[in-house]
């Protein structure tokens, strides 16, 4: 994996049709919903709540498409209610599993924080996965490399980052390989589409998840 910190191709993995845009990809890079028992669209961005799974890419685009075109309720063949600013809640949601994730991977001790500890690590080729501020300091953050064949993660902001080491702010973290790396890797993929287009940040900077 690179610096784009996108997961390599699975072949081996589900693959599901998104219904904004009819394409079969892997599950990893879409978002699953289900109804709710009132009718109401429910992001499952976890992936395990109960019901039949409608899925769609994890792009605003494709988001946007499907509720204003009325597409979730043809997949589930009944009405439903579609929550305002699909994109946005996705976004928020998905944002705060990769803090979640990134905090459990700090608690078990395979996470640091800040410029000193990051770059040791890195030193040491102890990190799997570098991961910087989107709203950081560029001359600051292009004092430290993804390590070699590992991963990089750079659409948190500082705040978000900060929340998952228990801190105000944060704008360099590193993980180990193993354990929750590859997940939060995959988590923060799926970030990025909602995030990123064609190397621009789609949404405000440092807004709040």
């Not at 792009?59 to 979730?72: C, E, N, V």
């Not at 946005?88 to 459990?104: H, P, W």
């Not at 709203?135 to 991963?151: A, Q």
Request: aromatic share 4%; proline share 5%.
């Amino acid at each position: 994996m690179g610096r784009g910190g996108q997961p390599k191709d699975r072949t081996d993995g589900p693959e599901r049709k998104c219904i904004a845009t009819g394409e079969v990809r892997p599950a990893s890079g879409l978002i699953r919903f289900v109804v709710g028992p009132e009718g109401q669209i429910a992001p499952d961005i976890a992936g395990k709540l109960p019901g039949r799974g409608i899925w769609v890419s994890a792009d605003p685009a494709a988001l946007s498409k499907a509720a204003q075109k009325g597409l979730f309720a043809r997949a589930a063949r009944q009405a439903v209610k579609v929550p305002e600013d699909l994109p946005a809640l996705v976004e928020q949601q998905l944002a705060e599993r990769v803090v979640n994730l990134i905090s459990l991977a700090r608690k078990g001790g395979h996470a640091v924080s800040g410029y000193e500890k990051v770059k040791d690590w890195l030193a040491k080729d102890e990190a799997e996965i570098l991961i910087q501020a989107s709203d950081g300091s560029e001359r600051g953050k292009s004092k430290l490399s993804t390590p070699y064949g590992g991963s990089f993660i750079g659409w948190l902001t500082a705040e978000e980052l900060g929340r998952a080491f228990g801190r105000q702010t944060a704008v360099h973290a590193a993980l180990h390989a193993g354990g929750l790396a590859q997940r939060v890797v995959e988590e923060a993929a799926r970030l990025k589409g909602l995030r990123v287009s064609n190397g621009e940040k789609t949404r405000r900077k440092g807004s709040r998840s």
